[in-house]
């Protein structure tokens, strides 16, 4: 994907996920049938041959779960007269969607290597790997010929991304932060490190007054992982203030503050397609491959819930889902029967004396299958939505007067939210 190309691959994502939403935008949870078996019987007829126990190493696998489903899927558009199967069966291909790897720059010799090692030694592995990472990306002075600019680090925490920049780059680093015990112990570990980094204990989502002034035309915001519409809010302020560089990596899609997602570019707000909060999270469901134990014990949970769930709607004499909280692992240690009686406390229902819970928790055992297979081909959708997401953000930068690239800082199994940003502001 070039970056020609970013506005035709939004609107044939947009074509594909409006066609097929019937498959991925729904709660599984409150389903106790295929919704789609009728629109799309292959389909249907193939995930429910596949062994329970195949289902996770499928979906841990976005190319997999594409070879397994895609045959199917694509015998069934064949046969709607309501789909547009020639070029619905083209825009397929998006399901395993890929964006270009960035060119990292050369090795640290020895002895940087031995600094940085020392510099990151309270940092956690793989969110080091994740930070050093991104830093060796966000150099826009060496693709678009820039002085080097002052830094704003957008939702810092501890300001370790922003402190890795400023000591590699010898710029000032600005770090944004709202918790203030987080910015007294960034701005300590500058002060030990002797760098240019300076802390701002502040509220991102917050108007900034005429005497805080945060975003220049002359600097590069960078976010590292800041969450939904914190993510967004950066990029309004720096577009509004013609900040000269921005490099992002959005995560948690679903973290906003409105019930339905609110489009950026103009593309996406021509879209048919609204997305709740749950939508939203689509992206981010992916399989991780567990010990058996950790298996099995998410699997009781899963059907102990929709065993209650089942329960829940015959007391209430209400065919809707009834969320329940968290429970505490050592919960799954007791009985099917000690869940019903906690879950209903917890949602002030009355249990009588006569309920057979056998019946309910094997019908929790159903349900918990079903679910499984009405996740895993909603799963087929998901790297589609998020770089569906992705492109409405490049696509509002463009029409912002920034030149935009889409790529990877780092590989999936560093962090499946590996997708960078950076616009650079064209003269005018």
């Known amino acids: 994907m070039s970056a020609i190309d970013y506005q035709h691959t939004f609107k044939s994502l947009d074509s594909l996920l409006e066609a097929l939403k019937p498959l991925w935008q729904l709660v599984a949870f409150e389903c106790d049938h295929l919704p789609w078996q009728q ?15 195949e289902l996770d190493n499928i979906d841990a696998d976005q190319d997999k779960l594409v070879q397994t489903l895609l045959p199917s899927l694509i015998s069934d558009i064949k046969q709607s007269e309501k789909l547009n199967a020639d070029e619905l069966i083209e825009q397929l291909n998006l399901l395993v969607i890929t964006l270009p790897t960035s060119l990292s720059t050369a090795d640290p010799t020895g002895q940087e290597q031995a600094d940085l090692t020392h510099f990151s030694a309270h940092i ?16 826009p002075q060496q693709q678009a010929h820039l002085t080097p600019l002052p830094v704003l680090e957008w939702c810092a925490g501890k300001g370790h991304l922003g402190r890795l920049v400023a000591k590699q780059q010898q710029v000032q680093v600005t770090s944004l932060e709202w918790q203030a015990s987080l910015c007294e112990q960034g701005q300590a570990f500058a002060t030990q490190w002797q760098l240019p980094q300076r802390f701002i204990c502040a509220d991102a989502f917050a108007s900034f007054n005429s005497n805080e002034t ?72 992916q399989s991780v491959i567990a010990s058996p ?17 089942s329960l ?51 019908r929790g055992i159903a ?10 081909v909603a799963h087929l959708f998901r790297r589609a939505l998020e770089c569906w997401l992705l492109l409405d953000r490049v696509c509002f930068l463009q029409q912002q007067g920034y030149r935009v690239l889409l790529s990877e800082f780092c590989p999936n ?7 960078f940003i950076q616009a650079i502001k064209t003269a005018t």
């Open 124 to 139: 956690k592995g793989r969110k080091w790997q994740q930070i050093s990472a991104f830093a060796e990306h966000i150099n």
């Open 413 to 419: 199994s560093v962090t499946p939210r590996n997708a």
């Open 367 to 376: 349900r918990q299958r079903l679910t499984k297979r009405i996740d895993l």
């Open 214 to 285: 945060i975003f220049y035309p002359q600097q590069h915001a960078i976010a590292l992982h800041a969450c939904g519409d914190l993510h967004v809010r950066l990029i309004k302020l720096a577009t509004n203030a013609d900040t000269q560089a921005i490099s992002i990596s959005p995560c948690c899609y679903h973290l906003i503050q409105g019930s339905h997602y609110q489009p950026l570019s103009t593309q996406a707000k021509a879209s048919n397609l609204k997305l709740a909060k749950h939508d939203l999270q689509l992206p981010l469901q």
């Open 293 to 309: 134990k950790q298996q099995a014990r998410r699997l009781q949970e899963v059907a102990w819930r929709l065993g209650f769930d």
């Open 39 to 53: 629109a799309f019987p292959c389909l249907a007829q193939t995930v429910w041959q596949l062994n329970d126990a």
């Open 312 to 362: 829940q709607r015959d007391i209430r004499d209400i065919n809707a889902y009834l969320p329940v909280p968290t429970i505490k692992q050592s919960q799954l240690s007791s009985s099917f029967v000690d869940f019903c009686v906690w879950a209903a406390a917890q949602k002030g229902l009355t249990l009588t004396n006569d309920i057979d819970f056998d019946v309910f928790l094997q």
